[in-house]
């Protein structure tokens, strides 16, 4: 996916040899990428690609299908309940299969732009400007739960959410009663 990412957003002119046993292709004509295409993932045997204001979606990693998005898409993961995409304006966006998205509300207008995004546990994780992490069960109701102007990016496994920073980490866990 990394060799796609940067063949994405290079621009350079379409290959057919690559270095050693590769082969690499750069679309540009063949996508609607709108600009600079950010995060990508990976699940349920589709690669999904986000940019401004798009979801771009592939079986194959060649043939790409668009959807359009309400804001500048920043983030995309594939988790336990499938494709998660954050942006702008309190965007996130989900998919079980990649080709269909439904579109929820993080916060009030312009309260928050979202910049990543995990599932597990049952709880869905957004970071959010100024680094604020905000934690869901079904989408709708948001609690804070850290913010730490430094964030770098966050992760979830095994029953944590592990939140990288300058200098720290932090790990949240459910509180066992």
Known sequence: MVLLFAALITGAAPR?????????????????????????????????????????????????????APARMNSVEYTEVGFLAVGNAGTLMASKDGWSWKRYKVGRDLEWDLFGVAYGGGWYFVEANKGVILASRNLRDWVRLLEDPDMTGMVYGNGRLVVGSLWKLHVVEPVRR
């Open 16 to 68: 057919t040899e690559g270095p050693g046993p590769f082969r690499v292709r750069t679309l540009v004509d063949e996508i609607d990428a709108g600009g600079w295409l950010h995060y990508m993932a990976y699940g349920a045997g589709v690669f999904a690609v986000v940019g401004p204001f798009r979801i771009l979606v592939s079986k194959d990693g060649v043939h790409w299908k668009t959807f359009y």
